[in-house]
């Protein structure tokens, strides 16, 4: 089943086809790399027009756009499916498939924000790394909202049951085994498929995309989550960073007064 992208990108590559000479990649990206779905459409669709005479993979949405070409891009991609509409019958898969999107926008926030204060020079792909750290959560939630659903049960029924457990426990496989194999098949950048593996803890690149995502699920609903604190160590740790320092530092990234 195509990929749905959500319905403000649909909307807004819909306004800029019709007024494609005022469009550059620069500008389509920073709309499109907002949503995890359309950047994970893009790069796969960019993998697999992927000349051989090219040396480098399209590892962020902006370089799929300057590779493809802006006319290209149009005709590739008409008008887009959404999740709202794939959703619209079922509100509470609709509400769990938002809850992941929102907690990936503020992953790749805090990402990058570790990236720059790490003066990374991959932090723009480590950004596209954490936006798409749960692609295949969200691509559950549109496509077996029943599945999501009943994880999501078991959680709430048991606080201590850890996310892959309940993942092996319904599907069989681990989210994230069935990320990297989607990405494989999909010829996705090798780059990015590395910085997204979890099991690859001791890179440091990895590690930046790792605490991100556990800081954002963490801070979900509050910053007084009692995991908080062991998280800001670890990021203390990777950024040279007190506590105090490291949560002055991700309040600034989160846009938290």
């Known amino acids: 089943m195509e990929i749905p992208v959500l319905a403000s990108t649909a909307e807004q590559l819909e306004i800029w086809r019709a007024n494609e000479d005022a469009v550059d990649a620069h500008l389509l990206g920073e709309i499109l790399g907002k949503d995890p779905l359309m950047t994970l459409k893009l790069l796969a669709h960019a993998a697999s027009q ?14 799929a756009l300057v590779l493809m070409g802006i006319t290209p891009f149009f005709k590739a991609f008409g008008a887009q499916p959404t999740v709202e509409q794939r959703l619209a019958s079922r509100p509470d898969a609709l509400a769990g498939v938002q809850r992941v999107l929102h907690r990936a ?10 990236a720059a204060h790490r003066a990374d020079p991959d932090a723009a792909v480590i950004h596209s790394a954490a936006l798409l750290h749960d692609f295949s959560e ?3 939630w549109c ?21 892959v457990a309940a993942q092996r426990a319904v599907l069989n496989v681990e989210l994230g085994d069935l990320e990297q ?3 494989h098949s999909w ?12 099991k690859k803890a001791n890179d440091p690149q990895v590690r930046s995309v790792t605490l ?6 963490h801070t979900a609903q509050s910053w007084e989550n009692p995991a908080v ?7 203390g740790a990777l950024m040279n960073l007190s506590p105090a320092h490291t949560l002055k530092l991700v309040h600034e990234v989160d846009g938290v007064i």
């Open 143 to 163: 496509e077996a909202p029943d599945l999501a659903l009943e994880i999501q049960r078991r959680q709430q029924a048991d606080p201590a049951l850890r996310s």
């Open 181 to 183: 194999a989607l990405m």
């Open 212 to 217: 991100a995502v556990r800081l954002a699920r």
């Open 50 to 63: 992927r000349s051989s005479r090219l040396l480098t993979d399209a590892e962020t949405v902006t370089a």
């Open 105 to 114: 926008e503020r992953a790749a926030r805090f990402a990058l924000g570790f």
């Open 187 to 198: 010829h996705l950048p090798e780059l990015l498929a590395h910085i997204i593996d979890d």
């Open 138 to 140: 969200m691509l559950l």
């Open 229 to 235: 604190p062991d998280d800001l160590i670890e990021i």
